[in-house]
């Protein structure tokens, strides 16, 4: 590799960064990344901080799980390649769809399709949902429903249900026939309605009403986040998942459940649905899978749409969608290793536990500090909203998080900044003392808000 001048010189140069805009880059650069270990990374000038991002959302093993490291090892040396396309499949890709089952076998899931990573994991189940249909001779439902603020990733499908206007902006128009109703957020509601079970009762009632006025038999599928992740943080009620599930038991509507972020134990179960025992109809995945160590990602099946598939007589069964890399051999065999360790280490115990100390320390944050408008989270997600009033809850200005985001760096954290919103989602391996230093950074963060 090239020194590390070079890197410099070059940094924000020739690429283009995800999620930002190339000239704001080009002069503010970002911070490189060099190592990491356990959860800590280092940086291009030698500061190591505590990764309070978890990579994004993802490396929920931390930075050396040898493990994994040496799985991806082998399995470059045995076959670093092969297809999964019709006429030809490998080892990993078998053993993995075989756990995958087992993982999540209370939630339903029978069959694997796999992916490079969560948008492709969302693409696949939008377009299976509709296929589904087509097989059993209801071509009309084609449309779907999801929530304002989730967030589904960036293919054309995954941007056209998401709930955000700044994905989705720039690269209208979108694909017709997708619809959202509002989000059980209690901080900000269009019901201005703070209480979870009442707000819950609200949105989904917005669901059945939506549904009315689209015509049941127009529509495909819902789709949605257990808990709404990248939208910030938003943990609805626990009552609320399952009421989705029972209006769309009644309208035959296909659940999807987008577990890119809450599968594999973030939110202290292993995965969002089973927190409220909820069996969707598709479930998606990525990230924590092989947590981070290689793109990999799957759309999850239920009993019910495979025996539609597995069944067919009609000429609509046959997919004709995948991805070069779907099974990709060197993917699952990291997913096959990370699954394990993720087990072995009872990381979704770990979660919970971890999750319970940050929630109390975010709290007294709150208390503290009065540009904290509102905390909340499930698990290691968690997210705390920045305003510089709390009465009229007007978000701060991007200066101002950015202020408190470098405050915290300088502090040994590494913070997420997302609009007016701090976002927590640290590796799974953390300690109680991991959790006081994210707490410390945030509360020298949040010094320098005001
Ligand atoms: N769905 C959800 C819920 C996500 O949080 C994300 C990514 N943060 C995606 C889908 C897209 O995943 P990817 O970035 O791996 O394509």
Same mark, same amino acid.
């Given at each position: #590799?090239?020194?590390?001048?070079?890197?410099?010189? +070059?940094?924000?140069?020739?690429?283009?960064?995800?999620?930002?805009?190339?000239?704001?880059?080009?002069?503010?650069?970002?911070?490189?990344? #060099?190592?990491?270990?356990?959860?800590? =990374?280092?940086?291009?000038?030698?500061?190591?901080?505590?990764?309070?991002?978890?990579?994004?959302? +993802? =490396?929920?093993?931390?930075?050396?799980?040898?493990?994994?490291?040496?799985?991806?090892?082998?399995? &470059?040396?045995?076959?670093?390649?092969?297809?999964?396309?019709?006429?030809?499949?490998?080892?990993?890709?078998?053993?993995?769809?075989?756990?995958?089952?087992?993982?999540?076998?209370?939630?339903?899931?029978?069959?694997?399709?796999?992916?490079?990573? @969560?948008?492709?994991?969302?693409?696949?189940?939008?377009?299976?949902?509709?296929?589904?249909?087509?097989?059993?001779?209801?071509?009309?439902?084609?449309?779907?429903?999801?929530?304002?603020?989730?967030? *589904?990733?960036? *293919?054309?499908?995954?941007?056209?249900?998401?709930?955000?206007?700044?994905?989705?902006?720039?690269?209208?128009?979108?694909?017709? $026939?997708?619809?959202?109703?509002?989000?059980?957020?209690?901080?900000?509601?269009?019901?201005?309605?703070?209480?979870?079970?009442? &707000?819950?009762?609200?949105?989904?009632?917005?669901?059945?009403?939506?549904?009315?006025?689209? $015509?049941?038999?127009?529509?495909?599928?819902?789709? #949605?986040?257990?808990?709404? @992740?990248?939208?910030?943080?938003?943990?609805?009620?626990?009552?609320?998942?399952?009421?989705?599930?029972?209006?769309?038991?009644?309208?035959?509507?296909? &659940?999807?459940?987008?577990?890119?972020?809450?599968?594999?134990?973030?939110?202290?179960?292993?995965?969002?649905?089973?927190?409220?025992?909820?069996?969707?109809?598709?479930?998606?995945?990525?990230?924590?899978?092989?947590? $981070?160590?290689?793109?990999?990602?799957?759309?999850?099946?239920?009993?019910?749409?495979?025996? =539609?598939?597995?069944?067919?007589?009609?000429?609509?069964?046959?997919?004709?969608?995948?991805?070069?890399?779907?099974?990709?051999?060197?993917?699952?065999?990291?997913?096959?290793?990370?699954?394990?360790?993720?087990?072995?280490?009872?990381?979704?115990?770990?979660?919970?536990?971890?999750?319970?100390?940050?929630?109390?320390?975010?709290?007294?944050?709150?208390?503290? *500090?009065?540009?904290?408008?509102?905390?909340? @989270?499930?698990?290691?997600?968690?997210?705390?909203?920045?305003?510089?009033?709390?009465?009229?809850?007007?978000?701060?200005?991007?200066?101002? #998080?950015?202020?408190?985001?470098?405050?915290?760096?300088?502090?040994?954290?590494?913070?997420?900044?997302?609009?007016?919103?701090?976002?927590?989602?640290?590796?799974?391996?953390?300690?109680?003392?991991?959790?006081?230093?994210?707490?410390?950074?945030?509360?020298?963060?949040?010094?320098?808000?005001?």
């Amino acid at each position: #590799m090239r020194d590390i001048n070079f890197l410099s010189e +070059n940094n924000a140069k020739p690429i283009w960064h995800p999620m930002a805009h190339p000239a704001e880059m080009r002069a503010s650069p970002p911070r490189v990344i #060099m190592q990491g270990e356990g959860a800590m =990374v280092t940086d291009i000038d030698g500061r190591t901080v505590l990764d309070a991002v978890g990579g994004l959302w +993802n =490396v929920n093993l931390g930075y050396s799980c040898d493990p994994i490291k040496q799985a991806i090892a082998r399995q &470059l040396d045995a076959l670093p390649y092969y297809s999964g396309f019709r006429g030809t499949s490998t080892g990993p890709s078998i053993e993995l769809a075989y756990e995958l089952a087992q993982w999540f076998e209370p939630e339903g899931m029978v069959r694997s399709f796999f992916t490079s990573g @969560g948008s492709d994991s969302v693409e696949t189940a939008l377009r299976l949902a509709r296929q589904y249909w087509k097989i059993r001779g209801q071509a009309d439902r084609t449309k779907f429903l999801a929530l304002k603020k989730g967030y *589904h990733g960036t *293919h054309f499908g995954g941007a056209s249900v998401n709930g955000n206007a700044n994905f989705r902006r720039n690269y209208e128009p979108l694909m017709p $026939g997708v619809f959202h109703t509002p989000a059980p957020w209690t901080y900000r509601n269009p019901f201005d309605e703070t209480d979870p079970a009442k &707000l819950a009762a609200l949105c989904a009632r917005a669901i059945e009403e939506e549904i009315a006025f689209q $015509g049941a038999d127009t529509i495909a599928a819902f789709i #949605m986040e257990p808990i709404l @992740g990248a939208g910030g943080v938003i943990v609805p009620h626990e009552g609320f998942m399952p009421l989705v599930r029972d209006i769309c038991d009644r309208h035959e509507i296909l &659940l999807i459940a987008d577990e890119v972020v809450t599968g594999f134990g973030r939110t202290g179960a292993w995965s969002g649905s089973r927190l409220t025992g909820v069996k969707p109809d598709f479930m998606t995945i990525a990230k924590a899978i092989t947590s $981070g160590y290689f793109p990999l990602g799957a759309t999850l099946i239920s009993a019910k749409v495979a025996e =539609v598939f597995e069944a067919d007589k009609t000429s609509f069964g046959a997919i004709g969608h995948g991805y070069t890399y779907s099974g990709h051999p060197v993917g699952c065999a990291a997913g096959l290793a990370a699954l394990a360790e993720t087990k072995r280490l009872a990381l979704n115990e770990n979660a919970a536990a971890r999750g319970a100390e940050l929630a109390t320390a975010l709290e007294a944050l709150k208390t503290k *500090h009065a540009a904290v408008g509102d905390v909340r @989270g499930k698990g290691l997600m968690a997210a705390l909203e920045i305003v510089a009033d709390r009465a009229t809850k007007r978000p701060v200005d991007k200066k101002t #998080m950015a202020r408190i985001a470098d405050a915290a760096y300088d502090a040994g954290v590494m913070l997420r900044v997302s609009g007016n919103m701090i976002i927590l989602s640290p590796p799974l391996i953390v300690t109680a003392k991991d959790i006081a230093t994210i707490a410390e950074g945030l509360d020298a963060g949040l010094a320098a808000a005001g």
